[in-house]
């Protein structure tokens, strides 16, 4: 258990923590977006100012936003973990959909649905890349066994010839 190295905080502390870390993604993204959004959607003469208030009025949201949808991701990630006793691709796979149905639950069934579908399809897309870099990087990091070089006696017979000295 000592030489085990945790790679992630326990579940209450996560769910804070990937909280913030979507907040953050999302209010720096939604900065640069709506930056250049803003800078092209000015007039000449006032594109520092529109790039400037495009981003005061539109990347706290897209942050907020971002933040919304992580921590509901990792609030049902860790309700999984507790549930099912393991932390597995599955966990991820299910929280997503749950997730995409949650935060369009608003809007009907129907669309609930389709939303939990889509958010189900790009986690797994998302774990199965995972998966596949973790493979690739463990197949290039496994150690290479050189070949042994011949010995020279067995050319002799196996027999060693006495030198007299």
């Not at 949201?61 to 549930?83: E, H, N, P, Q, T």
């Not at 599955?90 to 369009?104: K, P």
């Not at 889509?118 to 998302?126: D, E, Q």
């Not at 995972?130 to 290039?140: D, F, K, T, V």
Request: aromatic share 8%; with cysteine; charged share 15%.
């Amino acid at each position: 258990m000592a030489d085990q190295v945790p790679t992630r905080d326990p579940c209450p502390y996560r769910i804070l923590d990937d909280f913030g870390g979507a907040f953050a993604m999302g209010a720096i993204g939604g900065g640069v977006w709506h930056g250049v959004r803003g800078y092209r959607a000015s007039p000449v003469g006032q594109k520092l100012y529109g790039s400037l208030s495009a981003i005061k009025t539109r990347a706290p949201v897209l942050g907020g936003s971002f933040a919304v949808w992580g921590g509901m991701f990792s609030a049902f990630d860790c309700s999984l973990i507790a549930i099912r006793g393991k932390e597995d691709p599955w966990n991820s796979i299910i929280s997503g959909a749950l997730t995409g149905g949650a935060l369009s639950a608003r809007m009907g069934v129907k669309s609930s649905v389709q939303a939990a579908f889509f958010g189900g399809v790009v986690l797994a897309m998302i774990e199965g890349l995972m998966i596949g870099l973790n493979r690739l990087s463990a197949e290039a990091a496994k150690p290479v066994m050189s070949e042994i070089p011949e010995d020279p006696l067995s050319k002799m017979g196996g027999q060693q010839k006495s030198r007299a000295f």
